[in-house]
């Protein structure tokens, strides 16, 4: 008989991105925030980095009221220097902010205390390691205070920590609060993603990679170390893909005892004529803006096709999609104009002022602007990856060119001084998306594309691919996504199927693009939170099993 499951009273989510939006595990959080909340309702705590003191977070909104016995007792008993609030998205759980700085006078000891109970190694940290390991062992302390001021040893309660940027809060709790449950969650390997960046590669030789010896050879051993050693010590260790399951598997020495599928929540997305006025903005924005960069008129007939994500030019197949747009300019059966947006954050000084101008005025221009391919500035033009493969390729966006790529190098909040929409505002307005991704442990890009009614084509070497792949009766992009079949050495093959899969969307009837678009939602549908989320129940499940027995050893 089946042991019945346990459900924790309290759920404490620790992670750098609460209510600091830096990449994918933004999404996962704030996505799944309004589920959980209404689970458990404010007895879900997400904790995050006081990062932005002296600034105004957008998606933070602090109160005086909430916690307030605690967080008096925590500021002016422990020192611990925390704000407490709202995280501005849909359900608006608590969020406790820490401030992590004064843990730096102690980070030695902090260290060796590591390594003593752990076997963290610590010696060789550069970069952000030092950051991170502070903020997390801040959450530790933090939600230690929290739990021995308002909890009693009754109250089951879990430490879910997000990347190693946050492993050390839950080894330290591992030994502050034996009797809290840990579950870690690594969303993409610090080795297998350093593997990939650095052009070596990763899958055909996986099972020949030793986890250790590659931190050694790529200067990675803290990072390495601390997700390992906490991946090895959680209650419960989780990853978000199979493809990511294998990786921990040979490169941590440890699979994943729950896999937690990434899911979206439907309410981001508007709806009825809503959606249409949103979709037809965007689309009259992206073609004004390529009209005044490229001074020629762009119609409704327009293709526009997107990519988006951090600029991890080889990981995110920024590259291959690249080649992809070459080939396809080349295209001699392509009858359609297409306007290629790469949308990916980048080292930007500024919006573009003559784009601006342009952009104020109402008329129509004839002739293109300097650099008509970038609509911000970047502080260093002449070493950008994606500007030296447009030149590379030989792509000058001239008239004759039925492919025009636009570079946007800059975060769309809805403030870049260019486009003034948010993120989420402007991918509907696009016709389908393209994520050909080499390195992607899950892929939220091509996810949030298709929640958008946006057909999107991907690689199987992408968690949601291979979740996509999974599915009865999914197959090509007539339902809504293509997912194509990369290697570590088919590039070629992949910038083909690319450039394929859009010129047979380009010539399909207004009817067939309706009814791939309604595919696309119907994808987008079955991977909402309200299914995916039974994963994380499962994980606490154990998680706390594990605690209870290992307090009985204990004891």
């Not at 909430?66 to 608590?94: D, F, Y």
């Not at 020495?253 to 929540?265: H, Q, R, T, Y």
């Not at 509907?428 to 939220?444: F, N």
């Amino acid at each position: 008989m089946l042991k019945e499951r346990l459900i924790p009273n309290y759920i404490f989510e620790a992670s750098w991105e609460v209510c600091n939006k830096v990449g994918g595990i933004y999404t996962v959080l704030s996505t799944h925030a309004k589920t959980l909340q209404e689970q458990f309702h404010d007895r879900v705590l997400f904790i995050g980095p006081d990062v932005w003191q002296g600034k105004e977070n957008p998606s933070f909104v602090e109160s005086e009221h909430l916690c307030e016995a605690w967080r008096l007792h925590a500021i002016n008993k422990e020192h611990l220097l925390v704000r407490v609030g709202r995280w501005n998205v849909p359900g608006e759980p608590i969020a406790i902010l820490v401030d992590f700085r004064p843990f730096f006078a102690n980070k030695n000891t902090i260290y060796t205390e590591m390594w003593n109970h752990f076997q963290v190694d610590s010696l060789h940290a550069y970069g952000d390691y030092d950051e991170a390991s502070m903020f997390a062992y801040a959450a530790g302390k933090v939600v230690e205070s929290f739990y021995r001021y308002n909890l009693t040893e009754m109250d089951k309660a879990i430490f879910h920590a997000h990347e190693w940027m946050t492993g050390m809060g839950a080894l330290y709790l591992q030994t502050a609060v034996p009797e809290m449950a840990t579950v870690f969650t690594t969303h993409a390997t610090s080795i297998g993603r350093s593997i990939a960046g650095n052009n070596k590669p990763l899958y055909d030789y996986l099972f020949a990679y030793n986890g250790d010896q590659m931190a050694q050879e790529l200067n990675m051993q803290s990072k390495h170390s601390i997700e390992k050693q906490t991946a090895h010590y959680a209650d419960c260790f989780t990853t978000v893909s199979e493809i990511t399951d294998n990786e921990c598997r040979e490169l941590l020495d440890k699979p994943a005892d729950v896999i937690l599928l990434n899911g979206f929540e439907s309410n981001f997305v508007p709806q009825g004529s809503t959606f249409s006025g949103k979709r037809k903005r965007a689309r009259a924005s992206f073609l004004h803006v390529a009209s005044c960069l490229l001074g020629e008129p762009f119609d409704d007939d327009t293709l526009i096709v997107g990519t988006s994500g951090r600029y991890e030019f080889r990981n995110k197949g920024i590259d291959v999609f690249l080649e992809a747009m070459s080939r396809l300019n080349k295209d001699n059966d392509l009858k359609r104009k297409v306007v290629a947006i790469v949308s990916v954050p980048g080292w930007v000084s500024g919006p573009r002022d003559d784009l601006s101008q342009r952009l104020k005025k109402r008329e129509k221009f004839t002739t293109p602007l300097e650099c008509p391919f970038i609509t911000h500035w970047l502080h260093d033009m002449e070493h950008d990856q994606v500007l030296g493969m447009l030149r590379h390729l030989g792509m000058n966006n001239a008239p004759e060119d039925k492919v025009k790529v636009i570079f946007v190098p800059c975060y769309l909040d809805g403030k870049d001084g260019i486009f003034n929409k948010a993120y989420y505002d402007l991918i509907l307005g696009e016709d389908l998306t393209a994520y050909p991704s080499y390195y992607e442990p899950w892929g939220y890009t091509p996810l949030e594309s298709v929640a958008f009614r946006v057909p999107t084509i991907t690689t199987d070497l992408a968690g949601f691919g291979r979740w996509v792949n999974s599915l009865k009766g999914q197959a090509g992009i007539d339902t809504g996504v293509e997912v194509l079949h990369r290697s570590d050495y088919n590039y070629s093959d992949v910038a083909d199927g690319i450039k394929d899969t859009i010129a047979a969307f380009a010539g399909k009837e207004a009817d067939e693009v309706k009814n791939i678009r309604k595919c696309a939602a119907q994808v987008a549908e079955q991977a909402l939170w309200k299914h995916f989320i039974q994963h994380y129940y499962e994980a606490y499940d154990l998680a706390l099993k594990r605690a209870m027995a290992r307090q009985q050893v204990a004891v």
